[in-house]
């Protein structure tokens, strides 16, 4: 370990050794490839292939400063670690926690070698000249570090592991869980983990892509943002021709969950996800993406609308959630409330009013907020007997089958978040989705709900996003880092 350092030269060492790290792991895999050499056990002992380390330690004389954020805050003294994965992307997330925490806190900061080595097939897929089809599987598993499912999970983010034989976790994830997720996201959308923005949009119809993506396409021109990356290895900027006609020829119908990214610097653009249909997949997509920290996501999607007051086309602000998606349960049981966050409510609805043009009484009629219910079963009108009461008890104005469960895990892995739907049928009214009144729909409402959807973002980037991470978020013994 080297000690005493500062936040700016914690994160150039955990750089180098990183580096060096994953340089050596190649080179001894294209020597295991190409002459059959296999690594030294010595080597491997001596951490050649280990993840960095950085390690934290505060053992103050008074009590500890009174610190009103909600992150970057130490509430015990004691040693601090965690292991660390491609730091040149996490480079400005990690200096902005050890920089506040360093100017705050007496703490001495300190980098090394951790015992976790980091798994070959992460290094393999941007390692040039080395074929990895060229062995089975469980060769490259004889003699190099492979993903071990027991040290990948969620449990200091669920409050199960809060210290580990005397060492408090320094951030929710450890390298081998980033790493993971990494793997994933490129894998579930089919883009670069380095091209996902901070500002994430989630939706379920593909109609909602066509409209960011063209309007994505002009705002090029304006330098606001450098360029957009798309699924197959898609990338337009403001000298391509027909980018909008570019993105849409890509590989995107390959992918579960294709993205899109609107590059802005220092990732401040907008990632839009098309997650398709159930809770499943937006559980399985803010899994990994949480692993990024990213300043917020919001839902923009389609719901049915409970309320006879309500008009297809109306609005949904969430500011409750009935869970009945299920997927969530066992690490998130239902009775815990998911609170709003503030500060994406008030964001959601400046921007329906700007797009929109309504204020006042015209703005209420068109955007109303209240619970969202949340379902697993598309086919939920078919048990609205069993529902009904359900419903009435929970006050619902809407259901859906994503919002619950992004703002829950959103509240579950200390990401804000928000939903703002968009009414397509009134099932419980005898307005029920046909094809013609469908399509009339999707024409006039969509362009609209996306625009409210970017302006939120778009303000909310522009506060810094400092402001969102509400400390409702938090539990008493948080790791430090956000």
Known sequence: METHLTPEQAVDRATELYDASVKRLRAALNAFISKGEVPDADARARGDFAYPEIRLTYQPSEAPPVITRSFAKLWADGVYATTITHPRFFRSYLLEQLTKIAADYPVTLEVGLSSHEIPYPYVLESAAGIDAEALPPAEFARWFPTPTLAYIGDEVADGDMLDDEGVKPLALFDAARVDFSLQRLKHYTGTPFEDFQRYILFTNYHRYVDHFVEWGVQQLQSGRYQRLSAPGGVSVDSATADGARVVS?????????????????????????????????????????????????????????????????????????????????????????????????????????????????????????????????????LRFTASSRRFNQSRAIAIDMESATIAANGYRLRVPYGVLLCVSDKPLHGEIKLAGAANRFYERAIGEHMRIGIETMESLAGSGGAALHSRKLRAFDEPPFR
Do not use: F
């Open 249 to 381: 020829d890509g590989d995107w119908r390959r992918v579960q969950m294709p993205a899109y990214h609107l590059v802005g610097e220092d990732r401040s653009g907008i990632t839009l996800v098309n997650i398709g249909v159930g809770p499943s997949n937006a559980k399985t997509i803010t899994d990994h993406l949480a692993v990024l920290r990213p300043e917020c996501w919001i839902m923009v999607g389609h719901c049915g609308g409970l309320r006879h007051s309500q008009r297809i086309g109306d609005y949904v602000l969430a500011h409750a959630y009935l869970r009945d998606d299920h997927v969530l349960d066992a690490v998130l049981p239902p009775d815990i409330p998911v609170p709003p966050i503030a500060e994406v409510q008030v964001a959601l609805q400046d921007a329906a009013r700007r797009i929109t043009g309504d204020h006042g009484d015209a703005l209420k009629r068109r955007l109303r907020t209240g619970t969202v219910v949340t379902t697993d079963d598309r086919n939920w009108e």
